[in-house]
């Protein structure tokens, strides 16, 4: 499967934006999909997952309850919602596909990545 992330950019400090993640070149609701960030220097963070169907979600503490994850499998996409943003988000934003079963929080779970989208929140 092949994976283009897009939405990210420039926002100001308790602004929003939404990441959509396109999927194509496979049955993409047989992947769970997660969404990691990555800052310069440091390693990449899970941020949240969504399981097959969209029921399952996780998301990491430093961001529940800013952001959503969702899913459209007819249209081969998911997307993650920001909320709330602060210059700490500020990060490479990445989907990944996992045909796997576990609770998909971890880089190595993931098979496939996306390219990354820039976002910047500034203060």
């Known amino acids: 499967v092949q994976l283009q992330a897009s939405g990210g950019g420039l926002v100001e400090a308790g602004g929003s934006l939404r990441l959509s993640c396109v999927a194509s070149g496979d049955t993409f609701s047989e992947y769970i999909i997660g969404w990691f960030r990555q800052v310069t220097g440091k390693e990449r963070e899970f941020v949240g997952t969504?399981?097959?169907?969209?029921?399952?979600?996780d998301y990491a503490d430093s961001v529940k309850g800013r952001i959503s994850i969702s899913r459209d499998n007819a249209k081969n996409t998911a997307y993650l919602q920001m909320n709330s943003l602060k210059p700490e988000d500020t990060a490479m934003y990445y989907c990944?596909?996992?045909?796997?079963?576990?609770?998909?929080?971890?880089?190595?779970?993931?098979?496939?990545w996306g390219q990354g989208t820039l976002v910047t929140v500034s203060s």
């Open positions: 969504i399981k097959w169907s969209g029921s399952i979600k």
């Open positions: 990944a596909a996992s045909r796997g079963v576990g609770r998909g929080t971890k880089l190595s779970e993931y098979e496939y």
